[in-house]
């Protein structure tokens, strides 16, 4: 079967990459889809799909630049988001990333934008953030509900 590539992918960087590919799966429901091994047996590089398109790479630390969260003090310059489709339970999938070890920094929660979202911890320090749309808004009513200005493009201000 041919793999049809998304356009947009992210890469995370693990100290260890075996394990982390194995809580994935448990906590997010993942798949595994490829995996390099180098000579030594460890993992070079390794691909994960989700849903339809998503797809997470997750390596190794590297160099200086290319560390895990617990190699800097849990430091992060990003977090990662996954949302879930109409069919999926936000909760239930919230509970099973606990139960895989996840800590919780945002319990599950209807946020003013229409979407139910928590957001959680992986064991080396990586921030999760997961949504399920329950109701479609237009950027209108997301503007009101929230009390903020939802547009589609930034404004310049003078």
Known sequence: MERVRPTLAIGVCYRDPRAALAWLERAFGFETTMVVENADGSIGHSEMCFGRNGLV??????????????????????????????????????????????????????????????????????????????????????????????RERLQESR
Do not use: C
């Open 57 to 150: 790479m997750v390596g190794r630390e590297w160099d200086e630049f290319h560390r895990s969260p617990a190699s800097i003090g849990g430091v992060n310059t990003q977090s990662l988001h996954i949302h879930l489709d109409d069919h999926e339970d936000l909760d239930t999938h919230y509970r099973r990333a606990i139960e895989a070890g996840a800590r919780t920094l945002r319990e599950p929660a209807d946020q003013f934008y229409g979407d139910r979202a928590y957001m959680v911890v992986d064991p080396e320090g990586h921030q999760w953030s997961v949504s399920r749309t329950i109701k479609a808004m237009t950027l209108e009513e997301m503007s009101k509900a929230g009390g903020v200005k939802v």
